[in-house]
């Protein structure tokens, strides 16, 4: 059964770098998103990402966070400069052909920022 | 704006036997998606089962079961048959049908299965 991957599955970084979070999500789905769940706390919404633009974004979301969609098969989120509360589980999800698909997660990467 | 509210932290159960998790949710709108998601201690977000507000009919998969109540606002998943696989964090989320995108969770469930 195809499934989203994602890696790192941990890293740490210092505060203030830049970090890129890659996933891969299912191959014939059209819609991304990430998520972020910081420990003990509730998921939280991100970013959603159809046709190669960003389709619906949180505040979360400010300019130290930007998505990209690489190659037709990657999906990244990259954090420019690293703050300790960026510290959290990061889950990338695809849905199928049509907006109210599904989500399918990944594994997650867990991201500590020192 | 739409909220999801789990009310019970953790909840426990005795293997074989059936546990009913609760969640309830704010809305106004009439056409929206319902979910429960289970995260085993991996962390992964692994989907149990959805639910079409606009279908009258209760969702199951094997021993998962909801109990929608549309006008009470009120989803709950039943586990019947429990096993000791099924200890995870357990979380409801809700998704408009039209124009938004993102998934809104609950605080989630702590399950214990007790062999």
């Known amino acids: 059964e195809p499934e989203v991957t994602q890696t790192p599955s941990h890293q740490v970084t210092q505060m203030g770098q830049e970090v890129i979070l890659r996933c891969v999500p299912i191959s014939n789905h059209l819609y991304f998103y990430w998520y972020r769940q910081i420990l003990g706390q509730k998921v939280e919404f991100l970013v959603s990402f159809y046709n190669n633009e960003i389709s619906e974004k949180s505040e979360i979301f400010d300019d130290q966070f930007s998505v990209e969609r690489p190659d037709g098969s990657n999906f990244t989120l990259k954090i420019r400069s690293t703050k300790l509360e960026d510290s959290a589980m990061y889950f990338c999800?695809?849905?199928?052909?049509?907006?109210?698909?599904?989500?399918?997660f990944g594994p997650g990467t867990r991201l500590t920022v020192l | 704006a739409q909220t999801v509210t789990q009310s019970q932290p953790e909840m426990s159960v005795q293997e074989a036997e059936t546990v009913t998790l609760s969640c309830t949710y704010d809305t106004s709108e009439s056409d929206y998606y319902l979910f429960w998601y289970k995260q085993p201690p991996s962390r992964q977000m692994i989907l149990v089962i959805r639910q079409e507000a606009y279908k009258q009919q209760n969702a199951t998969e094997n021993r998962f079961s909801v109990n929608f109540q549309k006008a009470a606002k009120s989803f709950s998943l039943k586990i019947s048959d429990s096993q000791l696989g099924d200890a995870a964090m357990y979380f409801c989320a809700y998704r408009v049908l039209d124009s938004n995108y993102q998934l809104i969770w609950g605080a989630g469930t702590k399950l214990i299965i007790k062999p």
């Open positions: 999800a695809s849905g199928g052909q049509g907006v109210t698909d599904t989500q399918y």
